[in-house]
Each structure stands twice: as structure tokens, then as C-alpha cells.
């Protein structure tokens, strides 16, 4: 029998990351899909790390389904629509910092919360379940509010529910509808890990404590405001208030994922009953070995 079960939620899609020759890699990845592999790479064996989302039936989404599934990713809540394909970002890189250019027009990931039964039964169950503010921005607005709905249903039920804000306004009609969003999805997470150059511009935060009462009042039991390589401030019903300063990365090649690869350490070390602090360095230990390599997804030396 496993021990955990975890399941993330999102569009993973094909990353094309620039290379020193100044050509491209073709690999798989997106913010939700990027925490899954690390946290398979972080957790026991017998732990089950699982993805929901759809794909094609195309050669390319055959393609990234062999991928999830050649690193120890469950796929069983990957729906197949034969009239859609998987989208495509490509990645450009300025002294380490990254832009995004996407290609997601005919994303089957855009109706992964189409079928209610469906995703109802892939979240049953689950020890733990993320999703994103970007799982929010690529669905329609009744599928948003049916995934909002299921993940409320499944925190009834007993399951953790994890939230990372996520704020990318061009995925968006307008801050509002963005800000909306992210807020109405807080009030459904018990644990929320949002980037203070996000949510302070989008929602007049001064300081990250502000960012972490606005949250505590949607009910959420833990928040961690992650600050780039700045001071993490955070807080859990157990613990309080806790800070904690991760230690500098000297050479950043590339900053692709690096949320995403401390959500997976933070979230790994709390399900083994890691301390907050404890918890906060594993995620800044991993987040600071991927920021040292290209593109989002890094073999970790753990």
C-alpha cells in the first residue's frame, strides 16, 4: 500500500530551452508538472506522485506521456482528446533571468477540468493535491469553478490542498479577473505558496506579512511567501510565524522553475513531518541546484 498519495494539477507542454550553441532542447515541463518531478525525485518509492491534465492523441503527446511515465509519474488522470494537441513555450534567457514566448492555442489541458466525474475521481483519495494559478488562467470560467469546486469537495473529504498563486497577467483578460481568481481559489487551499513580486504589486501587499494575513483570512493553515533569493516569511497554525534566509546562490544560469522546485522540497519535507524552517531549507536547497542549470527540469543531487 503507498504511503502518500500526491497528485498535481496543470498543463505540462513541450519547453524548448536555449542552448549554449544557441540552439534549443526539446523537453516537457510547465509549473504544475515541474513540482510533480521533483517531488517524485524527493519522495520515497512507495510514495505515489500522480499528474491530471490532458494530452492528444498525437505522436508528440504520446511522446510526453512516455516521459512522465519513464520518471515514476502516475498518468492514470491524464485524459486523451483526440481533437486537441499539447502546447509549446519557448524560453529565452537575459544573465539568467527568463521570458516566455507560448504556443497553446489547441491545448488539450484547456478541458482537463471538462469532465467533472473524471477529475473527481482522480483527486479521490489523494493525500495531497497542487494546483496553480496557471491551471486557473488556461481553463474556461465554468471549468474553473467545477475544479474549485472538486478540490473543495476533496478538502471536506480529508485531503491537503495546495495552492501556488502563480500570477502571469498575460494569461489573463485583466488584473481583476486574475486577482478574482486567485483569491476565490485561496479560499479552497490549506496551504498557499505565493512569490511576493507577485502578489504585492497585484493586490497593494506591503510586506510579505501582509501577503500572509490576506491569506490566513481566506482560511488557508500555512503560507509560504517565497521573495526570490530574499528573506522567506511564512506561517502555520502549528508553528506561528517563521522566517527564514536562504543561503545566496553565486552563479544563476537560469531561474526557470525555481518556485516550482521549492514548492516540491518544501512540500516533500513537511510530508515526511519536517519543521517549518526544516521544510523552507529543504525547498531552498533544491530550488538553489536548479537555478545553477538550464531549463526546468534538473537531476538533483540529493
Not at 88 to 96: S, V
Request: negative net charge; charged residues 20%; aromatic residues 8%.
Amino acid at each position: 500500500m503507498r504511503k502518500h498519495q500526491i497528485l498535481t494539477i496543470g498543463e505540462c507542454m513541450v519547453e524548448m530551452a536555449p542552448r549554449q550553441d544557441e540552439a534549443y532542447n526539446r523537453n516537457f515541463a510547465g509549473d504544475s508538472f515541474n513540482t510533480a518531478w521533483y517531488l517524485r525525485q524527493l519522495l520515497p518509492s512507495d510514495d505515489q506522485v500522480g499528474y491530471c491534465s490532458a494530452v492528444g492523441t498525437d505522436g508528440i503527446s504520446n511522446a510526453m506521456l512516455a516521459f512522465m511515465q519513464a520518471a515514476g509519474i502516475a498518468t492514470q488522470a491524464v485524459r486523451r482528446i483526440p481533437s486537441r494537441t499539447v502546447g509549446l513555450y519557448m524560453i529565452e534567457l537575459a544573465n539568467g533571468e527568463r521570458s516566455f514566448s507560448y504556443w497553446r492555442g489547441e491545448s488539450a489541458a484547456k478541458l482537463l477540468a471538462e469532465d467533472r466525474a473524471f477529475l473527481s475521481q482522480a483527486v479521490a483519495g489523494q493525500n495531497l493535491v497542487l494546483f496553480s494559478g496557471i491551471t486557473l488562467a488556461i481553463l474556461s470560467e465554468p471549468h474553473r469553478q467545477q475544479l474549485l469546486d472538486v478540490l473543495r469537495d476533496a478538502r471536506a473529504s480529508g485531503t491537503t490542498i495546495a495552492f501556488d498563486p502563480n500570477m502571469r497577467l498575460r494569461l489573463w483578460p485583466d488584473q481583476q479577473t486574475m486577482c478574482d481568481a486567485v483569491a476565490k481559489a485561496a479560499m479552497v487551499a490549506d496551504i498557499v505558496l505565493p512569490s511576493f513580486d507577485e502578489d504585492g504589486p497585484n493586490y497593494r501587499d506591503e510586506t510579505p506579512q501582509a501577503t500572509i494575513e490576506r491569506y490566513k483570512a481566506s482560511g488557508a493553515t500555512c503560507v509560504v511567501v517565497k521573495n526570490g533569493p530574499g528573506r522567506v516569511h511564512a506561517f502555520s497554525k502549528d508553528e506561528g510565524s517563521v522566517v527564514f534566509d536562504p543561503v545566496p546562490v553565486e552563479t544563476v544560469v537560469d531561474t526557470t522553475a525555481a518556485g516550482d522546485s521549492f514548492n516540491a522540497g518544501f512540500l516533500a519535507a513537511r510530508l515526511s513531518g519536517a519543521s517549518m524552517v526544516d521544510a523552507m531549507t529543504r525547498g531552498a536547497f533544491v530550488s538553489a541546484q536548479v537555478i545553477k542549470s538550464r531549463g526546468a527540469l534538473v537531476p538533483l543531487q540529493i
